[in-house]
């Protein structure tokens, strides 16, 4: 779709720039301000992909977000689907940092993120490459150029987010955490920071669907992943992923029920 068939300016409308054909859009951040894009309409499931581009460099401390969330309906108290690259330093590579979070659980002091992070077997500033969140009743599934990388299954998981969300895109200065922990932050002499964002898909129900809208299926096989896409993911895991919250002894366990489940 184009970008004004489905979205519009959140935030920050003096750093986008929409190409003639309306079918591109670049964000930029220099220290006045980030910016943001919002979809026109709200779904209960579906799938959610663009195709990204981020800039090289020194970029640390700047995250390039696009993701489902419903905060502006439910503050204090909402869900949210992430995928953001994360800025780096020269000689490093950016992180894509996939999240999950339901029902406040990424609110203030209730902050209980699942995290997966990876290092993409290719340079996401090199060229455009896409990123989808797929969202179903039963799993969310996040993909890179239609290799699935991770799988949230609602069976195993105390935590579903199963109430309407937006989806949104973004780039702004997450300084505080985005690289090696805060270590590294946004540094305004290399500004401007750009964002490329293409080839817009969206499909499912939106939210004032009839209930017979079916949802979009993982796989050609419809329910669950096909035994390719299971072989895809296990690959792209064992060969990218570099972060699982479920792997982090640091945190609280009591928080994280579904991990005692986690192979």
């Not at 209980?112 to 993409?120: A, K, N, S, T």
Request: glycine share 8%; charged share 20%.
């Amino acid at each position: 779709m184009a970008f004004s068939d489905g979205y519009d300016n959140l935030w920050g409308p003096q750093h986008q720039t929409l190409s003639q054909d309306r079918m591109a859009l670049t964000l930029l951040m220099d220290r006045t301000s980030g910016s943001g894009f919002k979809s026109k309409r709200s779904y209960r499931n579906g799938y959610f992909g663009v195709s990204i581009k981020v800039q090289p460099g020194y970029t640390a401390g700047v995250n390039t977000a696009f993701y489902l969330s419903n905060n502006e309906l439910y503050p204090g108290r909402h869900d949210e689907i992430d995928m953001e690259l994360l800025g780096t330093v020269p000689g490093e590579p950016y992180t894509l940092q996939t999240n999950v979070y339901v029902r406040g659980t990424g609110d203030g002091a209730r902050l209980v993120g699942r995290e997966m992070r990876f290092h993409l077997w290719f340079d996401p500033a090199a060229d455009f490459h896409h990123y989808a969140i797929l969202w179903n009743p039963d799993q969310i599934v996040f993909l890179v150029d239609d290799v699935p990388i991770r799988r949230y299954a609602a069976a195993s998981a105390p935590f579903f987010p199963d109430r309407q969300m937006w989806a949104y895109g973004s780039i702004w200065d997450a300084s505080d955490w985005a690289t090696d922990g805060g270590r590294y932050r946004a540094d305004y002499s290399y500004q401007p920071f750009l964002a490329g964002f293409r080839g817009f898909r969206t499909a499912g129900c939106e939210a004032a669907a009839p209930a017979q809208c079916r949802p979009v299926p993982a796989s050609p096989a419809g329910a669950g992943l096909s035994v390719q896409q299971r072989d895809a993911m296990r690959w792209a895991q064992q060969t990218s992923m570099v972060y699982y919250y479920c792997q982090d002894y640091t945190k609280d366990r009591s928080l994280y029920p579904e991990c005692s489940l986690a192979s």
